[in-house]
């Protein structure tokens, strides 16, 4: 790869992206940018580009923090910077990668140093690299729950802490947050989206021809990534001059109280949470203005301002899409607009207009009247468009004897359309029994970075959690051997015990979902939607990959693999088609094939399979219950942890999901017992004591 960067004015298009990135580079008070768009739209090379633009900092020589030479860190760890000499540099973007370390992030302590020389020995993090520059977060979405939670510590109070066995190291922590994440893969927690200042949705444009110029450039730049560099030369510099100059009249710019009227008026009306939103509003709008070179602020600057500031922060639950209805967004700037000035009073001698005397701008009677002003009003409609008179009429046009159409119980062999979920509920927690080691989250027990510590154990690798009890009781009964002469412990390396913390980790929920005739009833669907509906939104509160096959006809589909993405199920889910058989065993036998691949890409991820039927079986000849029942077997013996959601209604139940949950070793629980202000959990009642499940949990 060339250490050339590509030239931010050579890439095509995007203005809302490019528009927020300058902005931030202009005020980084703005909050940062994150970036939502489909996957190969040139998101990493935008920001990586934006790094050549930015100013250069002051900062005091040898300093690994950073330090403003103005405004030093009083509490920087490489000590106090007095008068110390000062240097310019390039502003620094550091990336982090998604699988980056603790360690990584804030720094690393080195504890049997600092126990047993009474040193600190610290080595800086990416947020110390990041200081007063850009941190850029590719795949934002997929960073695990403890990572997050450092970068909103460090984003709320500009200062990273490490803090290990009461030693602990502080410096100041200020930086431009940038993220790129492609939807399908996943949200981000809210905590973490309200930090973005602004957020920018992008897609490649459909325009053959601005698609062609895109690889064109491309092309050249990997051809001779120099030789491309210098055609965009100028335009750089100008651009980096640019923004130079906003940062210089960022300070005059004047916020007057109809523009803050507005911003405030705005939030309010779209129901955002907290006061953050106005903030940023109001310094997005004063960067435009000293963007566009103007010291006020103007409506069309507060009307930009709510496009990139309000989208990411109406957000009522994971399955919303970011969005601004912007006739509201425009109706609420008028009516909080300046007033217009009073009419002057007429005086005596002037006499008053009729702007309009015959009514029309013709003068030939009121307007679109026709000949003698028409008086009236169009005739009603009807919703497409012809008069209300033949809509009532069409009903004579209608077939004498028409077809009979079976209202709630389609022909197996017949599809029926859609129908949509019910609304969503709180659900009981479904756990898979055991400890795991799998990725932190909120559903099964694990062993993880977070939680309560259980016990002590020898390291593994790098000493990072240190046990202090544990490692003091390892090394007293040898001190006289080792010949203890002060108040000092003598520590050796074997002495060192470290924390084995349980907390909680995710796990794949695998969704078998029923779309055959038996459960086609529109109501009985909508019921079972809602249920799925309700279980996804719990998978995205407890931070699980989920995927769904779904079963009808004659076969079963993989209707959505393994992803973090919730609102992709979600929309799988409400578009799902009903009716024909119930190929029961093909759907169980395709999820012990997701589930046995699935274990070999992730063998930490512990699943959780939720089959969502009635239990029916008429795939497959006489024997389809048979086969159902064996295929059910496959999966207890590989010590699958699962839920029958059992969707039969009806005066008579046959007990058909009973007798699968039997055979799968699962719970089975109602449509009635999912919500949870139901029973104590089904699944802790009945959690499974094959030998199979144990070793597997």
């Excluded at 909050?31 to 935008?46: I, P």
């Excluded at 803090?163 to 190291?169: A, D, M, P």
């Excluded at 989206?193 to 064109?216: H, K, N, Q, S």
Aim: hydrophobic share 40%.
């Amino acid at each position: 790869m060339s250490d050339v960067r590509y030239p931010f004015t050579a890439i095509v298009g995007m203005a809302d992206l490019r528009l927020g990135l300058l902005l931030n580079a202009v005020s980084p008070a703005v909050g940062g940018v994150l970036v939502r768009g489909e996957k190969g739209t040139a998101k990493s090379t935008m920001v990586r580009a934006l790094a050549g633009l930015l100013p250069s900092i002051a900062t005091v020589d040898g300093c690994r923090f950073a330090c403003d030479p103005a405004a030093p860190d009083p509490q920087c760890p490489d000590g106090a910077h007095g008068g110390a000499p000062a240097s310019p540099r390039p502003a620094r973007l550091v990336e982090l990668p998604v699988g980056v370390s603790e360690d990584r992030i804030v720094g690393s302590l080195d504890l049997e140093r600092a126990l047993a020389e009474g040193v600190k020995a610290y080595e800086p993090g990416l947020l110390a690299q990041a200081h007063r520059g850009v941190l850029y977060i590719d795949e934002v979405n997929l960073l695990q729950d403890h990572v997050v939670d450092l970068l909103l510590d460090a984003a709320a109070m500009g200062r990273s802490y490490v803090e290990r066995e009461g030693v602990s190291v502080r410096h100041a922590a200020r930086f431009l947050l940038v993220g790129t994440m492609n939807p399908e893969e996943g949200e981000l927690r809210p905590q973490l989206l309200d930090r973005f200042g602004l957020t920018v949705e992008i897609a490649a444009t459909r325009e053959p021809a601005e698609r062609a110029e895109v690889v064109r450039r491309r092309l050249a730049y990997d051809a001779d990534p120099a030789a491309f560099a210098a055609r965009f030369a100028g335009e750089e510099r100008a651009l980096a001059a640019r923004i130079t100059a906003a940062r210089e009249l960022l300070g005059r710019v004047e916020l007057t109280d109809t523009a803050l009227r507005q911003i405030t008026a705005v939030c309010a009306a779209f129901e955002v949470d907290g006061l953050r939103a106005d903030i940023v509003m109001a310094r997005t709008a004063v960067a435009l203005a000293a963007w566009a070179g103007r010291t006020e602020v103007l409506a069309e600057d507060v009307r930009k301002a709510a496009q990139l500031a309000l989208p990411h922060r109406r957000r009522r639950n994971p399955f919303d899409a970011p969005g601004l209805d912007e006739e509201q967004l425009d109706r609420v700037l008028e009516e909080h607009a300046e007033p217009e000035p009073e009419p002057q009073p007429r005086g005596p001698e002037e006499p008053e207009e009729d702007p309009d005397p015959e009514g029309g701008p013709d003068g030939g009677g009121p307007q679109d009247g026709g000949p003698g002003g028409g008086g009236g009003a169009p005739e009603p409609s009807g919703p497409d468009g012809p008069p209300v008179e033949a809509a009532e009429g069409a009903e004579a046009a209608q077939p004498a004897d028409p077809q009979p159409v079976p209202a709630q119980h389609p022909s197996p062999a017949r599809e029926s359309a859609p129908v949509a979920a019910g609304d969503p509920y709180r659900t009981r927690l479904f756990a898979v029994d055991g400890t795991g080691r799998g990725a932190q989250g909120r559903r099964s027990p694990a062993e993880t970075d977070g939680g309560h510590t259980i016990r002590a154990r020898r390291p593994r690798g790098r000493l990072a959690r240190l046990h202090l009890s544990a490692t003091l009781r390892a090394a007293a009964p040898h001190q006289v051997a080792r010949g203890r002469s002060s108040r000092a412990l003598v520590l050796h390396k074997d002495d060192f015990r470290e924390q084995v913390r349980q907390g909680r980790e995710s796990n794949l929920v695998l969704f078998v979902v029923d779309a055959s005739g038996s459960m086609a009833a529109r109501q009985r669907m909508t019921a079972v939607k809602g249920a799925v509906l309700s279980l996804l939104m719990d998978a995205y509160q407890r931070r699980d990959k989920i995927g769904m096959i779904t079963f009808r006809g004659a076969s079963a589909e993989l209707a959505l693999p393994p992803t973090s993405s919730v609102e992709v199920g979600a929309a799988r889910l409400e578009s799902l088609p009903t009716g024909g058989r119930t190929p029961l065993a093909a759907g169980l036998l395709r999820a012990h094939e997701v589930l046995r691949v699935e274990r070999l890409r992730d063998p930490d991820r512990r699943p959780l399979l939720v089959v969502v039927t009635d239990g029916r079986a008429t795939g497959g000849g006489r024997d389809a219950v048979a086969q159902s029942h064996r295929a059910a077997g496959l999966l207890a013996a590989q010590g699958v942890a699962s839920v029958v959601l059992d969707c039969e209604s009806g005066p008579v139940r046959l007990g058909l999901a009973g007798a699968l949950a039997a055979r799968l070793r699962a719970a089975s629980v109602t449509l009635d017992e999912l919500r949870a202000d139901g029973v104590a959990s089904l699944v802790r009642e009945n959690r499974p004591t094959s030998p199979a499940m144990r070793k597997a949990a």
